[in-house]
T-cell receptor, first 114, second 112 residues
Framework: IAGITQAPTSQILAAGRRMTLRCTQD?????MYWYRQDLGLGLRLIHY???????GKGEVPDGYSVSRANTDDFPLTLASAVPSQTSVYFC?????????????FGEGSRLTVL | GENVEQHPSTLSVQEGDSAVIKCTYS??????FPWYKQELGKRPQLIID???NVGEKKDQRIAVTLNKTAKHFSLHITETQPEDSAVYFC???????????WGAGTKLIIKP
């Protein structure tokens, strides 16, 4: 089934550790996004990529980095995790950049930083 | 910057009744407004969207209305069913950088 796959689905992490959340899509979408979802705050954009080889900062980029080496993969890295990064992380994609088409989300990765 | 406020945070309605969720936005240049539904433990999924050149859009039991002058848009669900129970998110496209700004979400509870 076509779509977006995220891994891991859940992770508990000690503060200060490095963590990479993986995201792969098989829809050949140009644009990909990483959001964090926190209760009462909705979804906030961390980083995005409008095409392979380019990335950009979203609303809350500090403490996170991304790369887009190819069309399908868009990993999110926390270089040194802090408790405030405890959240549910969603990867998403859309056919083109601009957020004016449907966003397809992965199942989410629940991250707890202790 | 763009800000989107969503009300109410929780809405409980009797099965078969209508539900209305409202959102206001601050950037008058915003021109795209999607609504996403997120069932418990699942991913958000688009249910309907509207662009600024129309005032209303309908898809079966779901409709969205847009008032550009007042800078608000609403989701209307008629003849609610148990499967409508979910969290609903509105969003507005920030015209300056094409990023979506999301509301905080509304938990809709359908009482049998």
């Amino acid at each position: 089934i076509a779509g977006i796959t995220q891994a891991p689905t859940s992770q508990i992490l000690a503060a200060g550790r490095r963590m990479t959340l993986r995201c792969t899509q098989d829809m050949r979408h140009n644009a990909m996004y990483w959001y964090r979802q926190d209760l009462g705050l909705g979804l906030r954009l961390i980083h995005y990529s409008n095409t392979a080889g380019t990335t950009g900062k979203g609303e809350v980029p500090d403490g996170y980095s991304v790369s887009r080496a190819n069309t399908d993969d868009f990993p999110l890295t926390l270089a040194s995790a802090v408790p405030s990064q405890t959240s549910v992380y969603f990867c998403a994609s859309s056919e083109t950049w601009g957020h004016t088409g449907e966003l397809f989300f992965g199942e989410g990765s629940r991250l707890t930083v202790l | 910057g763009e800000n989107v406020e969503q009300h109410p945070s929780t809405l409980s309605v009797q099965e078969g009744d209508s539900a209305v969720i409202k959102c206001t936005y601050s950037d008058s240049a915003s021109n795209y407004f999607p609504w996403y539904k997120q069932e418990l433990g699942k991913r958000p999924q688009l249910i309907i969207d509207i662009r600024s050149n129309v005032g209303e859009k309908k898809d079966q039991r779901i409709a969205v209305t847009l008032n550009k002058t007042a800078k608000h848009f609403s989701l209307h669900i008629t003849e609610t069913q148990p499967e409508d129970s979910a969290v609903y998110f509105c969003a507005a496209l920030k015209d300056s950088n094409y990023q979506l700004i999301w509301g905080a979400g509304t938990k809709l509870i359908i009482k049998p």
